[in-house]
């Protein structure tokens, strides 16, 4: 196995080979001496990359360190050396969505990459900041990856590896695709078909796969045949996590995920936007020939034409300022109008106290401050009593329910702008949504109940509970947004008869 030797280059990145030069014109090899080398910005199976800055120019890297003896210890080599030679591929066409490599260079322990600094991290942590992105930000995002993949894939290399992760952003927030030790790489006339089912020796390997089990497709977990469409399966399962908060294919561990890529189980959340779920749907098909986007199917024409990318200028997209990425707010949809079908014309005392937030009830619908709890359907009040006397003894979060059932509980981020406070959700009978500081153990407030009361999801994690007065932007880590607007709703249906 051979491991990468220095390679001698200038600060852009370009191979000194001209044997006329004379070593006193030949660029100086570079060493670690050369930099001082900062925080780690990423690690990898057999590599760490550190913020480095060179000292005679002050430039700043992604210093991709590796070391020799791990590298040869799991027989990586190949894998390195594959690496760089997509890095330098990329690098000379200098396309504006990868990560660029500059210069190589060894020690007697190390090996050396030094990468263009991607100063906004990955895309992967702006999605768990926000929850998901809207529909705008959603289109941009992907069609930049849309064209980072054409151009990849008509050098022949196949990534095979297409992640959040892997997708970094630089200072003016356009992505940089990195990580290239799965890739492969087609050489011309070669058709993609033989899977990497040797050793170095040419010896029968067991079937394993390369990649992320939640973005694998399924003939690269299957150990078959390598295509350029592994990719765009890949982007459907970014398209879906952005815009879901969560990628399609989940489970308590790989195999189950696997089976579930296999069987291709997965489902919209509720309020998908219909026409980024024809796309997705076109993207994660199990055949790969008839994905979206592949030779087969046309090319990457026929996927740029999709509906959902109807406004997006493909020519200025490198050049374009990119979309701020907010938390996503919620937009008028096509079941807004309920907010309103029960509000009068006019501004009476009514009006006016339920806009003061002072409800001046009906006979037919229960008092949404009742000190005095509703009982649950079902349950006597012997039992509810035993119940109670548990929840007592349990529950650290009964002092604040004012003796009520706790129906549902979690941990969710309320959300307001960009900030978000983590609370204890206590949906309980009454009805009653207190929400609780978990770390103070302090009562923050407690979402006004009514008939008008509206619970909606926005994807997977994020959920909406409107009242006429506010929208309640609540986030759900663990991403159990649908169960809470299931049972909010349930509870709501109870009271209120809707």
């Known amino acids: 196995m051979s491991i990468p030797s220095p390679s001698r280059t200038s600060s852009t990145g370009s191979d000194v080979s001209n044997d006329k ?15 001082k080398f900062g925080k780690v910005i990423g690690e990898g199976s057999f590599s760490t990359v550190i913020l480095a800055k060179e000292v005679n120019s002050n430039k700043e890297y992604a210093m991709k360190v590796l070391e020799k003896r791990h590298i040869l210890r799991e027989k990586k080599a190949q894998y390195v050396n594959r690496e760089k030679e997509v890095f330098n591929m990329l690098s000379k066409h200098n396309h504006p969505f990868f990560i660029k490599l500059y210069f190589t260079f060894q020690d007697p322990e190390r090996l050396y990459f030094g990468l263009s600094y991607a100063r906004r991290g990955e895309l992967l942590d702006y999605i768990k900041k926000l929850g998901a992105f809207d529909d705008r930000c959603t289109k941009f995002y ?23 992760e892997n997708i970094l952003l630089n200072d003016d927030m356009h992505i940089q695709i990195t990580d290239f030790g799965s890739a492969k790489i087609i050489k011309p006339q070669e ?38 469409s592994s990719d765009l399966w890949a982007l459907g399962c970014i398209i879906y996590q952005l815009l879901a908060g969560l990628p399609p294919f989940r489970g308590r561990h790989e195999y189950e995920i696997f089976q579930k890529i296999a069987k291709l189980e997965y489902e919209f959340p509720e309020g998908f936007n219909p026409i980024a779920k024809e796309l997705v749907e076109k993207l994660l098909v199990l055949t790969p020939e008839e994905r979206l986007g592949c030779e087969e199917m046309g090319g990457y024409q026929p996927l740029k034409d999709s509906v959902f990318y109807k406004d997006l200028n493909w020519s200025i997209l490198p050049d374009q300022q990119p979309p701020e990425l907010v938390p996503y707010l919620p937009a008028v949809d096509d079941t807004s109008e309920n907010l309103w079908s029960d509000y009068k014309a006019g501004l009476d005392e009514k009006q006016l106290s339920r806009l003061h937030g002072i409800e001046l009830h009906d006979n037919d619908k229960p008092p949404s401050t009742s000190s005095s709890p509703s009982k649950e359907p079902g349950v006597s009040e012997e039992e ?19 003796n009520n059932l706790v129906l549902k509980q979690g941990l969710v981020d309320k959300r307001k702008g960009l900030f978000a406070r983590r609370r204890m959700l206590l949906l309980t009978e009454g009805p009653h949504l207190y929400y609780v500081d978990p770390q103070a153990m ?13 619970p909606e999801a926005k994807n997977f994690k994020i959920f909406f509970i409107h009242t006429p007065n506010r929208t309640y932007y609540l986030e759900d880590p663990q991403g159990y947004a649908l169960e809470w607007v299931k049972k909010i709703q349930e509870v709501l249906n109870r009271y209120y008869g809707t």
């Open 384 to 402: 509810r009593k035993a119940l109670l006397k548990t929840q007592a003894e349990t529950n650290n979060f009964h002092r604040f329910v004012k």
């Open 21 to 35: 030069k004379t070593s006193a014109q030949m660029p100086a090899k570079k060493t670690p001496n050369d930099f």
């Open 191 to 228: 058709e993609p078909k033989s899977a990497d089912n040797t050793d170095s020796q040419g010896r029968k390997r067991k079937n394993s796969f390369v990649g992320t089990a939640q973005y694998v497709s399924p003939e690269v977990l299957k150990g078959q045949q390598v295509y350029f």
């Open 142 to 164: 992907s069609g930049e990856i849309i064209l980072a993949l054409e151009h990849m894939h008509s050098l022949g290399i196949i990534h095979r590896d297409l992640k959040p």
């Open 442 to 454: 302090v009562l923050k407030g407690e979402i006004p109940w009514s008939k008008e009361l509206r």
